[in-house]
């Protein structure tokens, strides 16, 4: 048996276009163009290879794209006074500033700065304890492409036992949050966790988001399981080269999960994809208009 390969290319392409239309209707009955900026300091390869489709995908949505490229020694303030900037700027409506920040720069200092009205990654304490209260909240954009690329598998996740490894507060938690609001029953594992492989074998859902190239291996997986794999790494070929994988060994894992998505080509989609969506319901909500349809 061979798993069903999630396709985040179509899945997310289908979303942008509903988003698109959504855009162009803001567009012609309230004259809003929503803007986003992204604030990319010094050069993370894993942040250059989001940037790349951001800025191209935001503008075939009909969203304004605002970028801003700082240099590796930029001091706090002048950051934060960026980041004050962009919240009174009435064109943009979601800020993004890349992580990680190069050392030296107080990353959640910059993050409080940010309006939580436009904090499109869902990073704030007010978002993020919105989403860990079940209230609603802008919500970081992978966990919720995740969920999204889960749901094209299974209408509903209720019951299902979930395994999230990776407890970061950009993936790992937030999304730990979204499957407790499906009714997902959910395992949360990290670096000090005992027998991952064991953990993972019970669960219908695993969701890798560690870091750590091809670490889950097909033999971990419960037969049929759902598999969506966040990880995305750089690792060098033969000829000299690089080449991205994931946290799941997928060769391996295809053979015996009932799903799984590629990478490139499966969360990283959706993860664009859903900050334009984030984008947009942070311009309706800031200029008064009922939620968009996406
Ligand atoms: N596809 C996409 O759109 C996105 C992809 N990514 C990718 O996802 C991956 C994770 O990103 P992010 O959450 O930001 O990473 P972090 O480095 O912030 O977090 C990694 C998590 O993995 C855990 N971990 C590390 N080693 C192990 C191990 N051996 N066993 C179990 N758990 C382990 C850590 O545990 P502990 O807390 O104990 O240290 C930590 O909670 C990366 O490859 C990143 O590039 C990230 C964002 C978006
Ligand atoms: N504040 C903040 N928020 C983030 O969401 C955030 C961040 N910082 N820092 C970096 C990570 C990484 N990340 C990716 C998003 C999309 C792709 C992506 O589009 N991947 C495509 C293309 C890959 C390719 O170039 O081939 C794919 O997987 O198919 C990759 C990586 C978001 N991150
Ligand atoms: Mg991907």
Redesign the pocket.
């Known amino acids: 048996m061979t798993a069903e390969i999630i396709d985040?290319?179509v899945i997310a392409a289908d979303l942008r276009a509903r988003v698109a239309d959504e855009v162009a209707r803001v567009k012609r009955e309230h004259n809003l163009v929503p803007g986003l900026a992204v604030v990319l300091v010094g050069n993370?390869p894993?942040?250059e290879?989001?940037v790349?489709?951001?800025h191209t995908q935001t503008q075939a949505a009909g969203m304004a794209s605002f970028e801003h490229k700082l240099p590796t020694d930029v001091s706090q303030q002048d950051l934060l006074t960026l980041v004050a900037k962009l919240n009174r700027d009435p064109a943009v409506h979601g800020i993004?500033?890349?992580?990680?920040l190069p050392k030296g720069l107080n990353t959640e200092a910059v993050i409080n700065a940010i309006d939580p009205a436009k904090d499109v990654?869902g990073?704030h304490p007010n978002n993020a304890g919105r989403l860990a209260g079940g209230f609603e909240a802008l919500s970081?954009?992978?966990p919720l492409g995740c969920i999204i690329l889960t749901k094209s598998v299974h209408a509903s996740l209720e019951g299902m036992n979930a395994i999230v490894i990776g407890r970061s507060n950009?993936?790992g938690r937030p999304l730990v949050q979204l499957l407790l609001n499906e009714n997902a029953t959910v395992t949360i594992a990290h670096s000090r966790s005992r027998d991952l492989p064991g953990l993972v074998r019970k669960a219908d859902l695993v969701y890798a988001a560690v870091g750590r190239p091809e670490m889950v291996r097909g033999d971990w997986l419960k037969p049929g399981a759902t598999v969506i794999d966040v990880g995305?790494n750089r690792i060098p070929k033969e000829d000299g080269k690089t080449r991205?994988v994931g946290d799941v060994a997928y060769q391996e894992a295809l053979a015996v999960a009932g799903a799984i998505t590629?990478?490139?080509?499966?969360?990283?989609?959706m993860?664009?994809a859903c900050?334009l969506v984030n984008t947009l319901r942070a311009a309706c909500a800031i200029a008064g208009l009922p939620k968009p349809a996406v």
């Open positions: 985040g290319k993370d894993a942040s290879v989001y790349r489709s951001k993004l500033v890349q992580l990680p990654d990073l970081p954009c992978t950009l993936v995305i991205l590629p990478v490139p080509g499966g969360v990283g989609q993860t664009v900050l």
